[in-house]
Structure formats: C-alpha cells, structure tokens
C-alpha cells in the first residue's frame, strides 16, 4: 500500500478539513450501523482514524471505540485531545489498515473520508476488507465511503487548491494520470508563529480511483454482502456524478463464504 504518514498535517488536519460536518457523518455512519443490525453494536472500529475527530464524535454516541490509524503524529493529536477531555475509554492502536490485528472481534467497523483510497492496489484494497471481514461478528456491519472517478477526473485532476483557516494555509498540487488511475497530491503547509513568521512543512500523498464495479467484487470476494450503495448522507442511490459513494455492507459468515472459518 501507499503509506502516507501525514506527519505535515497532522496538527493542521482538523482545522483544514473545515469541509467536513463530522456530526453529520456520525450520525449517519450511526444510523447505518443501527437500522442494519442484528443484535445491538457495541464495540466499533474506526479503520484509518486520523486524529480521531469522528472516532469521539460516535464515542459520544454510546459506543466502545477502537481506532486504528498508521501515523504516530495523527494518533498523537487524537490522544491529547483525549487528555483534555478526560477520556480514558478509546483504545489507539497504531497499525496500517492492510495489516493490523485487534485484542477480540468488533460489532461494526467504519472507515470514513477515502481513507481506502489510499491503498494504491487493489490487492491491498481486498487485504484490508478480507481483516475486517475476520474481526467482524457474523453479521457485523461495515460502512465506508470511497472518491468516485468524478472526484478524481473533475475536481482533483490537473488542479492547484489554497486552503486557509485560523492562521494556517495549504498550497495543495494535484496531478492525476488517468492511465494507471493513480493521483498525486503535493501539500505545502504554512503554520504561523507568534511572531507573525510562517514555518513550512511539506508532505506527498497518493490516492487511487477505484471503479464501483472493482469495490464491489472486492467486497464479494471477500465474503460481503452489499446493503447499499449513496451517493450523499441522505440515501440517494449512487450515480457516476457523484463525487462519493457510500457502501454499506455486512459481513456473511457461513460455510460458502470466501473466507468462512470453522471454529
């Protein structure tokens, strides 16, 4: 997989991602989770957590919450913020998300904002569903959402972005091949210091557009069954223009499954 560290963005991450209403999402994610299961979820992953601004935000919604995320730096913003509130019940592991293990099986697992995206080959893609799919309860619930080949064609192609917000700024270069589907973003990242002086970090990411068709068998392939497929929060059935899609599926664990096994 592309590993990206997000050592640069770390301490900027939440406050540029200001595009982001983390309390919608978890109230969706939520819902889903809710309205599809078959007996009540407690304990939840978050796969690819970042700074664990969604992993607390469905904390607060009354579940048990894991987080797992490859960046030491993401983890670590997560955890202060832990320590400022007073918040002892999260558990942090720092693993990548094609190779972590977990302590016992979870109920749901969530893995928001194209984190999957960021495995760059869809061998990968299937290695990280097939973990999940192990440490799912049978009938557990996975949702997750992806970048769709419009976001990648439309919005990130050739583009130049600035990102400004509360004394920080991201000059952000994109460059998308469409032949091998793969996007590079080259991130610059301007922190202002108290003397009015700006320090500058600078940080390379990929991303890779995946089709619906190859999510779907991937997911197939590894012994999901596919609930429902949106193109926004509210449920509208998924479309090529969409700039998201997200998946709900749900983990089958009986003997002809892919990857069913005997206890």
Known sequence: MSITQYSSLAKAYD????????????????????????????????????TG?????????????????????????????CFKRGISDVLWLCQDMTDFELYGTVDACVCSLDSINYLTKISDVKKCFGLVYNYLIPDGVFVFDVNTPHRFKNVYGNNDYVL???????????????KSKMCSFFLSVFTENEDGTYTRQDE????RCYSRRQIEKALKDTGFEILGVYGDLSHTPATEENEKWYFTV???KDENSPNFRAN
């Open 15 to 50: 406050t540029l991602n200001i595009g982001c209403d983390y309390d919608a999402l978890a109230d969706y994610l939520a819902k889903e989770i809710e309205e599809n299961e078959k007996s009540k979820t407690l304990l939840v992953l978050d796969l690819a957590c970042g």
């Open 53 to 81: 601004k969604l992993t607390l935000k469905l904390r607060d919604r009354g579940y048990d919450m894991t987080g797992v995320d490859i960046s030491e730096d993401m983890l670590s913003v997560a955890r202060e913020e």
């Open 164 to 178: 400004e917000n509360d004394g920080l700024l991201c000059a952000w270069q994109n460059e998308y091949n469409e």
């Open 204 to 207: 390379a990411q990929r991303e």
């Open 250 to 252: 749900r983990c089958k």
